[in-house]
T-cell receptor, first 113, second 113 residues
């Protein structure tokens, strides 16, 4: 079965610092990739997604992610974080021809003002 | 106001009792999903349904049952056979059954005493 790994479990940053959260997936075929965010007390919501085309995808709130096929990676980045970015971030992958999503274990980000 | 509703937000049950969690969506989505979220384990798929009167087991279906009698409703029953039912349960829906964006409800936290 496919799996998704997020190696950073807890990240603490000061405001204006740059962010990169790692995500690796195990499936060798074509995959659709997603980053979801769960702000405190809110629903899980989509940050960005990659299906095909330009491997650098931009999402909401200044986030972007880069798909690197050779590394099976889809890392999330933001040049300058804000206190409001404090949340839990989940990477997810779904086989292009499948129906199931596979989520990583999540990364808890705390931004200190 | 479109979206996914889950009720109740918090649920307490005694060990050995079955309990049903509600999930309703008014997004006219074909696909619906149930996930379990445990600390440090991310989201794990319990069941999913691509169409009314049809559903498929996910990775951790043992001890759970579902029904899909209406497009907008996908209730999950946690049976007494589920060995560790205390968890946070998330319902999601998707426009199609393929690997595209899923939209999540607010979740139900079930505690079995």
């Amino acid at each position: 079965a496919q799996s998704v790994s997020q190696h950073n479990h807890h990240v603490i940053l000061s405001e204006a610092a740059s962010l990169e959260l790692g995500c690796n997936y195990s499936y060798g075929g074509t995959v659709n990739l997603f980053w979801y965010v769960q702000y405190p007390g809110q629903h899980l919501q989509l940050l960005l997604k990659y299906f095909s085309g330009d491997p650098l995808v931009k999402g909401i709130k200044g986030f972007e992610a880069e798909f690197i096929k050779s590394k099976f990676s889809f890392n999330l980045r933001k040049p300058s974080v804000q206190w409001s970015d404090t949340a839990e971030y989940f990477c997810a992958a779904a086989e292009n021809t499948g129906n199931q999503f596979y989520f990583g274990t999540g990364t808890s980000l705390t931004v200190i003002p | 106001d479109g979206g996914i509703t889950q009720s109740p937000k918090y649920l307490f049950r005694k060990e050995g009792q079955n309990v049903t969690l509600s999930c309703e969506q008014n997004l006219n989505h074909d696909a619906m999903y149930w996930y379990r979220q445990d600390p440090g384990q991310g989201l794990r798929l319990i069941y999913y349904s691509q169409i009314v009167n049809d559903f498929q087991k996910g990775d951790i279906a043992e001890g759970y049952s579902v029904s899909r009698e209406k497009k907008e409703s996908f209730p999950l029953t946690v049976t007494s056979a589920q060995k560790n039912p205390t968890a946070f349960y998330l319902c999601a829906s998707g426009l199609t059954s393929g690997p595209d964006t899923q939209y999540f409800g607010p979740g139900t936290r079930l505690t079995v005493l």
